[in-house]
């Protein structure tokens, strides 16, 4: 027997005996209290790492959340706010036109560049996965570097680069590719999702890369040896066992890029308004809480329905 | 043999490229235009100059943003280390009815919008009765950054052997003690990777404190604010770029301290 298999005998022998220690009345006084004590001290200890985070969530996350639902049922104006129950807020945002056309430009944008992320960023996940573990943790690195700059910062220097005036558009002028400035660079859908594959890439290739890297050489070399092309490996093995991180990295991405407002607001002009900006608008221009409070929730719904797709498919455990 | 060569370079040369276009070269636009000697930022180039730079210690709207931004962070920071390490405690090392729903409880503000999460607080403040201020936007960090905390330092959590705080307490130690000088010390690369991380998130967030902090400014608000103005800007780009190479210089400090803690397989943000 090796030495690791008389290790796991000797742990079930002595969880048969704990076990049935346990039952056994013969216990000795000192023996059951020092076991009582054993379970409150782990019980202390439980509860107080679960209460205190638990007490600050429900209190600053979860209460606010549950208000903020209750509220996009109130009747409410400019300025005003009524406790009344109306589904006036969720009406009015499915009844007017450039409501409706903002929610289908922010599907638009964000189910676009979630598709371009991935197109652009599953070769690069490939590539990590299949070179030596050096480089790959450098270039890893490098991809998360910029994650850490502060996002408005790295929008306005899309801005500068972007801009009629900017860089890429005097560059091209200047090296007679075009003649005038293309416009559609900035203050557009282009722009938004543009900033958007920038800000969101690293993210989408991390979790495809994981997965990636989690199929065994051998699978691959047996599929070879099978006689399978270059294309069929890529079909019918490394595809199928890489959408669990396809999956993820998907869903990562595009719940930020629904709510998404400083992009749109910065660089997409009136053509790229997305729902977030409506709902900024609401609540710190249009002063109409219950609206913003119901369009908020509309997308909070969207979410929900993505994580609980997300939890069923993949379950908590893996997502952590 | 040789097709997977040539395959293998243009994999290469595709990674790079789109690092290069994608991920680096606004930043790199943005470095360059904090050295150039013109408020417009185009082509062709005005000549090197250094005023910009002096121009930040001229305007104290801007340092005070700084300065506001640095000690939120930092109590944000210290708040949710304690919270989340906690939290992390309660995810990975008991096993217990309602573990399942603990997790989700904890992990769903890590993926809730931003701007929900903004909104809800700016509704929940002022309904309270709680004025907005700098305060509010310590207590609408904290929300977020424990649960990233907690689920940096769960997953390290996960990797622990029980076994090695149990021997600790069989030798005599009282639970605080085997956590100190046993526990603590094992976990402590991941705590500080997680604190590194939630204090550069809360010294940049934007989002949610745009709707949570009234009239105070932090930094990420006075940059908002100021790219209204088209003379801002090349100050705007010379703070950037001292701030683009001072959390430069924190990442490296991060991945330094994980890598000294023999993290090799988790990278800091996953």
Redesign the interface.
Known sequence: MTLDGVRQAGIFFAKRESANSMTASSLSHTHRRHRWRLTFQRYLGLTLNVFPPFIYLLLLFYAPMGMMFVISFWKSGYMTLEPAFTLENYKTFFTTPIYLKTLYNTFLIATGSMILLVVIGYPIAYYLARIRPKYTYLILFLLIIPVEINFLIRIFAWKIALGNNGVINSFLMQLGVIDEPLGFLLYSKTAVMIVLIHEWLPYVIIPIFLSLRGIPDSVIEAARDLGSSKYDIFRHVLLPLSVPGLFASMVLVYIPMLGEFAVPALVGGPSGYMLGNVIESQFLSAGNWGLGSAVGFILLFITLILVAVVIKVAGVEELL | MKTLRT??FW??F??YA??AI??????V??IT?SFNDST?????WSGFTLKWYQKIAERPDLLKSLWNSLWVALIVTAVSL???V??A???A??R?KGR?F????????F???????G??????FT?AGIQLSLFTVI??H??FD??LV??LV??RL?QFDPNLEAAARDLGCS?LEAFRLVTFPIIAPAIIAAGILAF?WS??A??IT??VIGHQIT??IW??SA?RFPKN?PI??AV?SI??VV??G??FFA?WIRRRGGG?ED????
């Open positions: 395959s293998k994999f290469a595709y990674t789109v690092m994608l991920i680096y070269m606004p930043i636009i943005l235009f417009i930022m185009s082509l062709p304690v919270l989340g906690l939290a405690n309660a995810m090392r008991y217990y399942i603990f997790t989700g409880f904890v992990s769903i503000p993926v809730m919008p931003w701007l929900i999460l909104i809800a607080l700016l509704v929940f309904k207590l609408a904290i929300s424990v649960p907690a689920v769960a997953s996960h639970p550069n010294f940049d934007f989002v745009h709707f930094f990420p940059v908002w790219l800007l705007i780009n950037s701030i683009v959390e430069m924190l990442i991945e090799e990278s800091i943000l996953f």
